[in-house]
C-alpha cells in the first residue's frame, strides 16, 4: 500500500485504535534472546526529532534510554539518519504557499510536506547525544535525493530504489529485524514492512518508538503493519542479560 493510502485512510482507521492494547505478546510468552541472525534497527533518533527539534516527535526522548538499555543484547545494530538536502521535495519551504502537513503530488504519489528538518551536515541531523549504541556498525543515510523522500530504511518512496540495506543484512545472514526509533507511524513503519517485503521477519518494539500521528496515521501504520505480518513487541520481551 502506498503511503498516499496511508495518509488518506489514517482518519477512518482511528476508529479501529484498539489494536494498542492488543500487541502480539504471546508471541514472546518467553523472553526472546536475539542471536546472530538477529539485528536491531534504530530508525532517526535524531535531533531533529528530539525535544527542540525542527521536527519534534511528542516524548521522542523517551526511547533513547530504551534502546541504550536493548543494544546490549544484540550482536548487529543498524542505526539510520534522516539525511536531506536543503531545499528537499518534502519540505513545505520548497512550494509557494504550502504549510507544513499539507501534500502534494510529486512523481511517485502523494507526498506529507515537513518543516524543514534533518539537513544534511547540521545540528538538527546529529544522532541524539544520548543514545549509546556504540556497537552498531552500519550507518544507513536516506532522502539524500533532492527530488524524492524515503521513511524506509529498505527503499526510498518511489518503492523501486534500494538503499542497499537487505542485501547487506542477507550478506550478515540475518533473519529477523527488531525495529525501533522514530516515528512509529511512518520512518519505523515503513521500515518494518519493506523489512517483511524484502523476506525477513520483523518485529517493532512498541515502547522504543514514538509516533507523529498524523490525522489518525499512527492507528493506521499498526493495522498495515499487522496486515504484513509485523510482530509488535515490548522492550520487556528481549532478554537483555
Not at 485504535?17 to 535524531?46: H, T, W
Not at 547525544?129 to 527530488?147: C, M, S, W, Y
Not at 525495529?179 to 518494539?205: H, N, P, Q, S, Y
Request: hydrophobic share 45%.
Amino acid at each position: 500500500m502506498h503511503r498516499r493510502t496511508l495518509v488518506k485512510s489514517a482518519a477512518a482507521l482511528g476508529l479501529v485504535g484498539g489494536l494498542g492494547s492488543v500487541g502480539f505478546n504471546a508471541f514472546a510468552a518467553g523472553k526472546i534472546k536475539p542471536g546472530d541472525k538477529a539485528a536491531l534497527i534504530v530508525v532517526d533518533v535524531q535531533n531533529c526529532f528530539l525535544d527542540g527539534g525542527t521536527l519534534a516527535v511528542k516524548g521522542g526522548n523517551e526511547v533513547i534510554p530504551v534502546i541504550n538499555a536493548l543494544a546490549p543484547a544484540f550482536q548487529n545494530i543498524v542505526v539510520t539518519q534522516d539525511w536531506h538536502t536543503a531545499g528537499h521535495a518534502s519540505f513545505a519551504s520548497t512550494y509557494s504557499g504550502k504549510k507544513p502537513f499539507e501534500t502534494t503530488k510529486l512523481s511517485y504519489g502523494t507526498q506529507v510536506l515537513w518543516p524543514d528538518h534533518c539537513v544534511q551536515g547540521t545540528e538538527d541531523a546529529a544522532l541524539g547525544k544520548d543514545l549509546k549504541v556504540p556497537t552498531a556498525q552500519l550507518i544507513i543515510r536516506k532522502g539524500f535525493h533532492k527530488e524524492m523522500d524515503s521513511y524506509s530504511a529498505f527503499e526510498e518512496a518511489d518503492h523501486k530504489t534500494a538503499t542497499g540495506l537487505a542485501g547487506y543484512l542477507k550478506a550478515r545472514g540475518i533473519k529477523t529485524v527488531y525495529v525501533t526509533g522514530l516515528a512509529t507511524d511512518f520512518c519505523v513503519a515503513w521500515t518494518a514492512m519493506d523489512a517483511r517485503k524484502a523476506g525477513f521477519e520483523a518485529c517493532v518494539i512498541e515502547d522504543a518508538t514514538r509516533g507523529i500521528d498524523l490525522n489518525g496515521s499512527l492507528a493506521a501504520a499498526w493495522k498495515q503493519m499487522t496486515a504484513k505480518g509485523v510482530k509488535r513487541i515490548q522492550s520487556a520481551d528481549i532478554q537483555t542479560a
